[in-house]
């Protein structure tokens, strides 16, 4: 049984930083491109970020490039998302994901897996 589990979410002041981690466990964790969404309340779910599976390529929002970073550690089946200079609207639930196939998505239909979400508010 695929699961993900992200953790490191939490409230923080707008300019802070945060870093979620996401740690997969029955898949072979090596061999899937990995994702970060988003969801803010009464909002679309929305890609934030994605890497390849051997980590030499990424995929940004273009509203996020140079705040977020994504990165992942195969070693140790998990995935991060560094979070910096943090606003407001970056209040969201956010989401790992995985996806088989090696060609980096935006569109959250192209994932396989889901976590569960961890929750990131910013205040002002």
């Known amino acids: 049984q695929v699961q993900l589990v992200e953790s490191g979410g939490g409230l923080v002041q707008a300019g802070g930083s945060l870093r979620l981690s996401c740690a997969g466990s029955?898949?072979?964790?090596?061999?899937?491109?990995m994702g970060w969404f988003r969801q803010a309340p009464g909002k679309e779910r929305e890609f934030v970020a994605a890497i390849r599976w051997s980590g030499d390529s990424t995929y940004y929002a273009d509203s996020l490039k140079g705040r977020f970073t994504i990165s992942r550690d195969n070693a140790k089946n998990t995935v991060y998302l560094q979070m910096n200079s943090l606003k407001p609207e970056d209040t969201a639930v956010y989401y790992c994901?995985?996806?088989?196939?090696?060609?980096?998505?935006?569109?959250?239909?192209?994932?396989?897996?889901w976590g569960q979400g961890t929750q990131v508010t910013v205040s002002s």
């Open positions: 994901t995985a996806r088989l196939r090696a060609s980096l998505s935006r569109r959250a239909d192209d994932y396989d897996y």
């Open positions: 029955g898949l072979t964790f090596s061999s899937y491109t």
